[in-house]
């Protein structure tokens, strides 16, 4: 009896979200997140109904062959962040980075949810949802300067801080897969799609457990 009233108490509780798998891609700036989400993304086949991909809301502007997200400024970032419109937001080199609170929606509906996060929100990302696949992409050191500078935002000493900041903190994820994205995309991006496949089969069940 007092385990079927806690059984019940969790399923009504708002948090964390017991459906669905969150994978919070992270790792340093120049591993190659996008390019390899976006590898995985169009090659989907009978996936594609149980994966979302979640658009980030950034306060900069969208570059030509950077990712797709939605740009607000600072001062409408806040007052979205207030009107309680992020399931999760953090502010990381200078911007702010926010997640629609419809992946929570996603979530419920056992999706498997990918996003491009920071490590530094792991925490929040798994108090907020039950089952959370943290996946780090990442690269040599020598080459995450190299595609850092080939990007052109920064100036040598900012990438040198970027890199000084320490790519040992991102790989220092409990529980997570770390993907290696030194060599050709599709080895990357098959290591990540075999994953998400391990996840959709996961948020089939993963609620009753």
């Known amino acids: 009896m007092f385990s079927a009233t806690i059984e019940r108490a969790q399923d009504e509780a708002p948090f964390p979200i017991r459906q669905g798998v969150f994978v919070a891609v992270v790792g340093p700036s120049g591993g190659g997140k996008d390019s390899v989400i976006g590898y995985a993304r169009e090659r989907l086949g009978r996936l594609e109904g149980d994966i979302v991909f979640a658009r ?17 400024d ?54 907020r949802y039950a089952h959370v696949l943290p996946l780090v992409v990442t690269a040599p050191r020598a080459v995450l300067a190299e595609r850092l500078s080939r990007r052109g935002r920064e100036t040598r000493e900012e990438v040198l801080a970027r890199l000084a900041r320490g790519t040992a903190s991102e790989l220092a994820v409990p529980d997570a897969l770390v993907i290696d994205n030194s060599g050709p995309l599709e080895q990357a991006g098959e290591r990540l799609l075999e994953a998400l496949r391990k996840a959709a089969a996961w948020s089939d069940v993963c609620d009753m457990v």
């Open 74 to 127: 600072e001062a409408a970032f806040e007052q979205e962040k207030a009107a309680g419109r992020f399931a999760l937001s953090w502010h990381a080199n200078g911007l702010s980075y926010g997640l629609p609170v419809s992946l929570d929606d996603a979530m419920r509906q056992g999706k498997v949810v990918v996003a491009n996060g920071s490590r530094a929100v792991i925490p929040e990302i798994r108090a």
């Open 56 to 72: 980030r809301v950034i306060t900069r502007p969208m570059e030509p062959g950077s990712e797709e997200h939605d740009t607000l």
